[in-house]
């Protein structure tokens, strides 16, 4: 079975630091891994998704994300926060062919001005 | 290009009512999953649709029900409502390439109060 672990629930942080939020991961196959984030009162949007090949993956509002498949991670990392970066992440995993994305119980994440 | 569409947005309901929410997803996918989520379980999986068929399901009791139509748009209904049901459903859709790498589109959600 497919699961993601998120181990801190909230994370916070000056705006201009570095910000990181932590996932690790367990499949008995190759996991295909995404994070989303949620505003308040919104729906959950897609930032970025690790499938195969280059472990460091890039993807929207300045967001990065590293696999590490010894460590069974995929850390979501920004080199410089932002105000607007505050709302509620998300790390997914679906193994192989499920038609099923399984959540973590996400990270809030706060950046102070 | 439109959306993810779910309504009502927000609904209140009493115990033992039923309830019914309308998903259309973005035009040309065919996949529709629905998520149910509390502050207490997080985002919960509740089933997946395909083509009118479900292919997933979630470990929810069989008061939670959905379909999809030939549009692929979907609904899904829950009966006999208990105040636990209150939470945040939502839907997602995705094309269909088979490979596990489909991307969700979420829509907003029907935040839905049973008292």
């Known amino acids: 079975a497919q699961s993601v672990a998120q181990p801190e629930d909230q994370v916070n942080v000056a705006e201009g630091n570095p910000l990181t939020v932590k996932c690790t991961y367990s499949v008995s196959g190759n996991p295909y891994l995404f994070w989303y984030v949620q505003y308040p009162n919104r729906g959950l949007q897609f930032l970025l998704k690790y499938i195969t090949g280059d472990n460091l993956v890039k993807g929207s509002y300045g967001f990065e994300a590293e696999f590490n498949k010894s460590q069974t991670s995929f850390h979501l990392k920004k080199p410089s926060a932002l105000v607007s970066d505050s709302a509620l992440y998300f790390c997914a995993v679906r193994e192989g062919h499920d038609y099923k994305l399984s959540f973590g119980a996400g990270t809030t994440v706060t950046v102070r001005a | ?115």
């Open chain 2, 1 to 115: 290009k439109a959306g993810v569409t779910q309504t009502p947005r927000y609904l209140i309901k009493t115990r033992g009512q039923q309830v019914t929410l309308s998903c259309s997803p973005i035009s040309g996918h065919r996949s529709v999953s629905w998520y149910q989520q509390t502050p207490g379980q997080g985002l919960q999986f509740l089933f997946e649709y395909f083509s009118e068929t479900q292919r997933n399901k979630g470990n929810f009791p069989g008061r939670f029900s959905g379909r999809q139509f030939s549009n692929s748009r979907s609904e899904m209904n829950v009966s006999t409502l208990e105040l636990g049901d209150s939470a945040l459903y939502l839907c997602a859709s995705s094309l269909e390439s088979g490979s596990g790498a489909n991307v969700l589109t979420f829509g907003a959600g029907s935040r839905l109060t049973v008292l």
